[in-house]
C-alpha cells in the first residue's frame, strides 16, 4: 500500500487526463487494435506507483520494498481475477511479444520426444509466427499449418486431424487483430489436451471485450497486453499453469526489478476491464454495427471482412474496391486514425499476411482498412469518422475514373 497518504504532487498535478475540447481538435481515434489510450484511472494508479511507492518489490526487508512488493502482488490478483486464473500462474512480461516467446520457448523444452510439432494458422500474430519460426530453426520444429476460409474461421476437421497424427503445441488466438474474427478457444484446449497437446492461447486482442474462465479451461498458456486495454506500454503477462520456476531457465535474465508501473497499470487495466468489459462490449458494438451501417449505405461495392457473426466488438474491417487504401487514408487523416492492417506490415508496406491467408484478392486488399473501436469513442465521433471516409472513398473514385 502507498507509504503516503498526503497528495503526492503537488498543487499542480503533473497529469490530467485531455479536456474534450483539446481531444475534439486530434483526429477520431480508430485504432484500437494498434494501441489503447490509457484510461484515466489507470494513469492515476500508474503515477502514485512511480511516485508514492517507488520502493524496490525485491528489497522486502525495507518498508518501502515491502510497500512495492503488496502493489506487485495486487497487481497479480487482479491480473488472474480477469480471466479467472490462479494468481500463482501469473508471471510478468513486457508485452505479448515476450510472453509469446516464453511460452513457445518453454513448451518446446518441456517435450520429451522429437520432433516437436507445432500447428497454427497463418493468421497468428507476427510474434506467434516469429517465435515458431524461432522454434523450427532453434529446436527443429515441425510446423503443420491450419486451414482458413476467406473469414479467417479455423478448419476444426483438419485440427482434428493432425491432433490425431502427433501435435505437442496448437496455438490459436482468441481474436484476430486484423479482421477480428474470434476462436472458440476453449472449446480448441479441450480437443487439444484429449490428444495429449499443449494450447497457446494469445488473447491480445480479446481479453478486454471476451470472458475466459481460466479455472475452467485446458488452456496452457495465455497471453495478454496491458497497452491493448487501456493501460500503459511495456507491461503484460504469461498466464499458466506451467511453475514460473521453469521460466527463469528459459529467461536467464529475469527476474530483474519488475517494471512496478507498468505491472500496477496492467492490474488496473484488468481490474476495469472485469467490472467494466460486459457493458464495454455491448456499446462499442453498437457503435460498430451503426459506422458499418453507415460505410455500406455510403460507399457502393464495401466488403465486410471477417467473421461477421462472430467477432471482435470493436473490428470493423473493410475493403473498398477501386480505391486505394493510401489513397483514402492521405485524404482523411486530419479526420481519423485508421490502419491498412497490422502494425508492422503497414509500417514496412508489405502485403497483409492475414489478407493473403484469407484468399483477398488484390485490388480488395489494396483497399483494406481496418477500423477499431474503443472504450473512449462518441457516436458523434462515428458520424464523423463515417462522413470523411465516405467522401474521401467517392473523391478517390472519381480521380481514378478521371485518368
Ligand atoms: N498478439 C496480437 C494479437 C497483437 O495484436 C499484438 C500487438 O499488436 C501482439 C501479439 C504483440 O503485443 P505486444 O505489443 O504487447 O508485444
Not at 183 to 197: D, F, L, M, S, T
Request: neutral net charge.
Amino acid at each position: 500500500m502507498p507509504l503516503s497518504t498526503k497528495a503526492p504532487l503537488g498543487p499542480e498535478p503533473l497529469w490530467k487526463p485531455h479536456p474534450r475540447s483539446q481531444v475534439a481538435r486530434l483526429p477520431v481515434y480508430l485504432d484500437h487494435h494498434s494501441t489503447t489510450p490509457v484510461d484515466p484511472r489507470v494513469a492515476k494508479a500508474v503515477i502514485a506507483a512511480i511516485m508514492e511507492t517507488f520502493g524496490n518489490p525485491h528489497a522486502t526487508e525495507n518498508a518501502y520494498g515491502t510497500a512495492a512488493s503488496e502493489l506487485l502482488e495486487l497487481a497479480r490478483k487482479k491480473v488472474a481475477d480477469l480471466v479467472l486464473a490462479d494468481r500463482s500462474w501469473v508471471s510478468f512480461t513486457s508485452g505479448s511479444t515476450e510472453a509469446i516467446r516464453l511460452a513457445v520457448e518453454h513448451a518446446c523444452r518441456q517435450a520429451t520426444d522429437k520432433p516437436f510439432r507445432i500447428a497454427l494458422t497463418r493468421l497468428e500474430h507476427r510474434a506467434v509466427l516469429d517465435a515458431v519460426q524461432h522454434a523450427a530453426l532453434e529446436h527443429g520444429a515441425e510446423i503443420t499449418w491450419l486451414p482458413v476460409d476467406g473469414a479467417g474461421r479455423l478448419d476444426r476437421a483438419f485440427l482434428t486431424a493432425a491432433l490425431r497424427r502427433g501435435v505437442h503445441l496448437v496455438c490459436v488466438m482468441a481474436a484476430n487483430n486484423e479482421i477480428g474474427t474470434v476462436y472458440p478457444v476453449q472449446a480448441i484446449a479441450a480437443e487439444a489436451r484429449q490428444h495429449g497437446a499443449a494450447m497457446l492461447v494469445d488473447a491480445t486482442q480479446a481479453a478486454g471485450l471476451r470472458e475466459f474462465r481460466l479455472n475452467e479451461s485446458e488452456i496452457d498458456y495465455f497471453v495478454i497486453s496491458s497497452h491493448k486495454l487501456y493501460g500503459p506500454k511495456g507491461a503484460g503477462a504469461l498466464i499458466s499453469t506451467a511453475s514460473p520456476v521453469s521460466w527463469s531457465s528459459i529467461l536467464w535474465a529475469r527476474p530483474g526489478t519488475p517494471n512496478l508501473p507498468g505491472i500496477v497499470g496492467l492490474g488496473e487495466a484488468c481490474r476495469l476491464a472485469a467490472n467494466e468489459r460486459a457493458e464495454d462490449a455491448r456499446r462499442i458494438a453498437s457503435l460498430r454495427d451503426w459506422l458499418q451501417s453507415l460505410l455500406v449505405a455510403g460507399i457502393p461495392g464495401l466488403v465486410v471482412n471477417g467473421a461477421t457473426e462472430d467477432r471482435l466488438e470493436n473490428n470493423l474491417h473493410i475493403a473498398l474496391p477501386d480505391a486505394p487504401n493510401d489513397a483514402v487514408i492521405a485524404r482523411t487523416q486530419a479526420i481519423v486514425a485508421v490502419s491498412t492492417g497490422s502494425a508492422c506490415a503497414s509500417g514496412s508496406h508489405q502485403p497483409s499476411h492475414v489478407l493473403q491467408a484469407i484468399g483477398l484478392s488484390a485490388d480488395l486488399q489494396d483497399g483494406a482498412l481496418r477500423l477499431g473501436l474503443g472504450r473512449f469513442t462518441t457516436l458523434p465521433e462515428i458520424d464523423h469518422a463515417a462522413a470523411a471516409i465516405i467522401s474521401a472513398v467517392a473523391d478517390v473514385r472519381s480521380s481514378m475514373t478521371r485518368q
